[in-house]
């Protein structure tokens, strides 16, 4: 099966970046969707950035559009997520996600989590 391990999580200060990578394994992912989420304490799961990976599409949340990129290595069957210009806003678990079916991945149609990485952005 599918699995999901995300890394590169920490302690940003307000205006500063992280990368965040998860490493995939059980493939191939040709038809798979891929993306990030987060939640922050007293919210639920949210949608940050998403992209197919045959074509390699992106998708973000409005939130962090302009601020965040997502990418995907498929030599390395990785997915990254590059995080610029951080606000205490961003302050969550982030997972990684698959879905089996869909280049657009959305929350309920998710497949696969990682077990998520906690970033933490302070003012």
């Known amino acids: 099966q599918v699995q999901l391990v995300e890394s590169g999580g920490g302690l940003v200060q307000a205006g500063g970046s992280l990368r965040l990578s998860c490493a995939a394994s059980?493939?191939?992912?040709?038809?798979?969707?891929m993306g990030w989420f987060r939640q922050a304490p007293g919210k639920e799961r949210e949608f940050v950035a998403g992209?197919?990976?045959?074509?390699?599409?992106?998708d973000y949340a409005d939130s962090v559009k302009g601020r965040f990129t997502i990418s995907r290595n498929s030599a390395r069957n990785a997915v990254y997520l590059q995080m610029n210009n951080l606000k205490p806003e961003d302050t969550a678990i982030y997972y990684c996600?698959?879905?089996?079916?869909?280049?657009?991945?959305?929350?309920?149609?998710?497949?696969?989590w990682g077990k998520g990485i906690l970033v933490t952005v302070s003012s």
């Open positions: 996600a698959a879905d089996k079916f869909a280049a657009t991945i959305q929350l309920a149609s998710v497949d696969y």
């Open positions: 059980g493939g191939p992912f040709s038809n798979y969707g």
């Open positions: 992209i197919s990976w045959s074509e390699g599409r992106t």
